[in-house]
Nanobody, 123 residues
Framework: VQLQASGGGLVQAGGSLRLSCAAS????????MGWFRQAPGEEREFVAA????????AYSDSVKGRFTISRVNAKNTVDLQMNSLKPEDTAVYYC?????????????????WGQGTQVTVSS
């Protein structure tokens, strides 16, 4: 499985960005997906996750109400819509896939990771 993240960029505080992650492989629809981020000098942290069929989602407290995760299994994509962005959202964002469970928020459960896309929010 290969994951390709895109959509990052530079945006002013209060703005929006939409990240997309394209996955290879025939059984994408069976896997839980997630987004994580890592700011400079910080550990990677959970942002959002979605179950294999999209019925369940979860968000970190810091992005709840501002970010929305979604997936289109027919296109093998998972997106992260980010609204009301804040400077503290600045980080490299990674998409991840868990091949063993249908829904998880645990970083340790995810088996495959994309290369990351930079999001920079200016104040």
């Amino acid at each position: 499985v290969q994951l390709q993240a895109s959509g990052g960029g530079l945006v002013q505080a209060g703005g929006s960005l939409r990240l997309s992650c394209a996955a290879s492989g025939r059984t994408f629809s069976s896997y839980a997906m997630g987004w994580f981020r890592q700011a400079p000098g910080e550990e990677r942290e959970f942002v959002a996750a979605i179950s294999w069929n999209g019925d369940y989602t979860a968000y970190s407290d810091s992005v709840k109400g501002r970010f929305t995760i979604s997936r289109v299994n027919a296109k093998n994509t998972v997106d992260l819509q980010m609204n009301s962005l804040k400077p503290e959202d600045t980080a490299v964002y990674y998409c991840a896939l868990d091949r063993d469970t249908r829904f998880t928020t645990s970083e340790d459960e995810f088996d495959y990771w994309g290369q990351g896309t930079q999001v920079t929010v200016s104040s």
